[in-house]
């Protein structure tokens, strides 16, 4: 390698972080989200505090199209831009007349990115037109949206490998969408194969023929390198940075902003999301995993559950005394934990703090016994950070409270099916609770085992409970875990419920997917019924 | 951020690729060999060909010590050099009476990697000692190894961290072991919170006062750049790059060579592992991540399942013709293929491609009619590029056949729980079916639904069908799809299993999670038996 040529600037003063988990980042193989998993991970991003959310591309399936027609009802964004994605006009087509543009028009968002092809050869053997036509699909493509009152991202896909093998058509694209108006010139390692060398070069380059129009970057981790190549952008110029929490993607994924993000604020001192909201990446993150049913790595950089816990004694005990010496930042900049001593120290103070949020009066002793308790349940699979229902149960029962609302005797569940391929399928549930010195019971049907459990319940004791008529179970949401070597896979249940006043989570965990369902609708149901008591006494 | 300052030396024409699974990638949490797992993963690094395996620390565990006394008989490397790890002697004590450098000597190995303190603070805080004294431990341990006819290598322990603090005494230290004999000096970023920028500096830096010993360098992913620290650390001159194939190891792991090594081979024309071995490396990463039992990454660049995937119709169609246009490298380098994936987007060509791979013959229309229905079913919620085996079942099914092994008359399952939270529960599952003229019905208990109808199904049928006994459900996922608003949620299923010769997923949807379960395990069983079939018929 020869030695650097180009005189690279000072590092720019701050960065602007778009995220694309909700376009490029569901190409990921095995990824399929809903339009509510996609409103709910955008309520998270806006959370974080990221500059941009890319919602979809409005016009090429329904889901997108739907996404961005409920998005002005549903979705309230404090922090974040939305954007919509999209293609340049056809070729040999009129702008006026063409439909993706006019879809983007539509989606109704304030910024609109669209993608051009960079590299010469994908003009000729993918789009089969002139690289005349390809530039002025450009221009034309910017300055309708930019008439149409759109701020106008352009992707130049590709342009990495375009830029090697033709550099002066690379740029007479950028340079197309600068005359044209466009805000930001995002350039694309769409094949992920660039390595940092490659980026800084080449961003260094374009720098020299892009001087009036901010410059962004889109990395691929197809060599392992996404984080690395964005930090080289940035160091050679570029102000976005484009990419997916926990890096999503299809192939090798985009670059993982929750080690980008992190990189740039603490250890590059260039600002990204704001400061103080740094803290929210971990359980963003996590959060996130669990709305798109991925399960996080526990290695992942700065997040992952394992990447501050320090195994052995003597270093656990020496990290404790000079976290400096042994962990590259304090984890607790970005919402981790250093793990050996997180669940004693800063575990205590986060329980201490949800007592007090609660009212409840919980000593020492007491939260040193909850904290093993809690331990215990996490190792067998309960994860309480996203089951705030139950926790709140726990620490309730801690101080010595009981529910005396109902006692269950048993439940039954019966599931039928008759035939082959197209048969028919029934699901019954029988619950037996006592009220005081009454026994009741109750049969019903259900379109599966939880809602025929929860019918049942309900017919049981819902005279009883007037409140119960309020509480709706709003999602359901299941994972099989493999605990480990010598216990088999246990399955953990996730319940949403909601009174009107309040949401709740609650969470359940067997090796018998119909026992960890019961034990999420029942802590849901208990925790309803407290609720509603609390708000009738108080 | 400055510019540079140093002149790159050209890139080396070769390094080492020093793996280290066996001892600092066995520090990953829940990571745990055996001594019979060890010589495995030896013999398939070897089968790579990586120029040195640390084999562990003999003495620090009776596992290790065992190791190192059986690798010479039952380990026959071919290409790769055994090397045994430990630390230079302990403060104030005499090398002869050292106990740590006397099993590295009776280890038996031609090289030795002995780690020492470059950081100031860790030998003051941690060690408890001098400087000076430090110094010492690195001359007299190195000079007492040569003298026993030891290769060594010395691993700067923390000496990104200890060079920023104190660079005088971190050069002190590899000057000593410089001095007494060491032939490589290993530069680790031990926390691993470099960024690219600082490797490169500093390595610069110590190449101006290191002229006669080469050096090597040590990453962790903490940052997620550790991949591209270690090619910053080449590209400043560095000649042994140390890591672990699947980026194992503690925290976030070290570097992943999976990566490393095609960059340096592919990208950087820089000589690692015998060129013509690289076609192993994805095969020798899946074998190793079988025996380390920690199921690979589907993402993981190179080796990665889903890392030369391809969605989309006209996407994939493109693809077939010119592969340099959308794939980094041509996989088939690296050991790996291209795979087409089937999903909402698929085109005609892309299930075109799929029969063919599958050996059917399906004209025009026929595929015409398999798009409408696969587009239909993927709207219900299946999602058949996860679930291969179901996705074959539809093709084969629309060649015109059926399976003909048995018909289910029925099922039904029972879940029973007594008492309240700690209650008991149990499952039973009724499967009636017909082979032929003949009727049969079996009872079977689970530890949940799913396994008690595969229990009973097999009672039903495990007698006519020898295959059954070899076809193994080995993991079994649940997601709930909300559908939208108006229709109820679904619960999706898949199901992987596997039969010695084959591993493939079968997908199940319904409102029921019993009967999207059923789905995927029916299919399933047909799959397995449909293949065990063609492969006595042919």
Chains 1, 2 share one sequence.
Not at 43 to 54: P, R, W
Request: charged content about 25%; overall charge negative.
């Amino acid at each position: 390698m020869e030695s650097h040529h180009y005189d690279l600037p000072n590092l720019p003063q701050a960065v602007d972080i778009f995220d694309t988990i909700l376009r490029d980042g569901s190409q990921q193989e095995g990824l399929s989200l809903t339009v509510e998993d996609k409103i709910r991970v955008a309520e998270q991003l806006d959370h974080l505090g990221v500059a941009y959310i890319e919602g979809g591309w409005p016009g090429a399936n329904p889901k997108d199209t739907e996404f961005f027609r409920r998005f002005k009802h549903e979705l309230t964004l404090k922090t974040s831009t939305l954007v919509a994605f999209g293609s340049t006009r056809r070729a040999g087509h009129a702008t006026e007349s063409d439909e993706v543009l006019r879809a983007l028009v539509e989606a109704d968002t304030e910024v609109v990115c669209i993608v051009a092809k960079t590299w010469d050869r994908h003009v000729e053997e993918a789009l089969k037109t002139s690289l005349d036509e390809a530039v002025a699909m450009v221009s034309d493509s910017v300055e309708f949206l930019t008439k149409n009152d759109k701020r106008v991202f352009l992707d130049g896909e590709h342009f990495f490998d375009g830029f090697r093998e033709n550099p002066e058509f690379a740029l007479r694209v950028l340079g197309a969408a600068e005359q044209a108006g466009a805000e930001c010139l995002v350039l694309c390692d769409t094949n992920g194969g660039s390595l940092p060398g490659d980026i800084t070069h080449t961003v260094a380059h374009v720098r020299e023929s892009i001087t009036s129009t901010s410059l962004g970057i889109h990395c691929h981790n197809d060599a392992g390198v996404a984080v690395a190549n964005s930090l080289a952008a940035v160091s050679a110029g570029v102000t976005q940075v484009q990419g997916c929490i926990n890096g999503y993607g299809e192939r090798a994924g985009n670059t993982d902003l929750s080690a980008a993000i992190p990189d740039l604020s603490l250890k590059l001192n260039v600002r990204t999301i704001p400061l103080e909201r740094l803290e929210r990446l971990t359980p963003v993150a996590h959060h996130i995993a669990e709305l798109v049913n991925h399960a996080p790595s526990s290695q992942q950089p700065y997040v992952g559950t394992s990447v501050f816990a320090h195994k052995g004694g003597l270093h656990a005990s020496a990290v404790a005394k000079s976290k400096d010496l042994y962990e590259h930042i304090d984890p607790s900049l970005v919402g981790n934990g250093t793990r050996v001593v997180v669940s004693e120290m800063a575990g205590r103070s986060t329980l201490a703090m949800k007592a007090t949020e609660l009212g409840l009066d919980l000593d020492g002793a007491v939260l040193g016994e909850i904290l093993d308790e809690l331990k215990a349940l996490e190792h067998a699979g309960y994860h309480f950070e996203v089951a705030d229902g139950s926790l709140e149960l726990l620490l309730r029962r801690a101080t010595g409270w009981k529910p005396e609302f109902f006692d269950v005797e048993s439940y039954r569940v019966i599931t039928d099916h008759t035939g082959d391929d197209s048969g028919t399928v029934t699901t019954e549930a029988t619950v037996k609770v006592r009220i005081g010195d009454q026994r009741f019971e109750a049969t019903a049907e259900g379109n599966g085992p939880v809602n025929a459990l929860d019918a049942a319940l309900r017919e049981c004791i819902g005279s009883h409970f007037g409140a119960l008529a309020h509480i709706r179970l709003t999602d359901y949401r299941v994972r099989v875990l493999d605990t480990g070597v010598g216990t088999g896979a246990v399955t953990r249940v996730l319940i949403d419920s909601d009174d009107g006043e309040k949401t709740w989570t609650t969470i359940g965990v067997s090796e018998n997917i119909i026992e960890a369902s019961w034990q999420a609708l029942y802590a849901s149901i208990i925790f309803g019924l407290v609720h509603a008591q609390l708000r009738s006494d108080g």
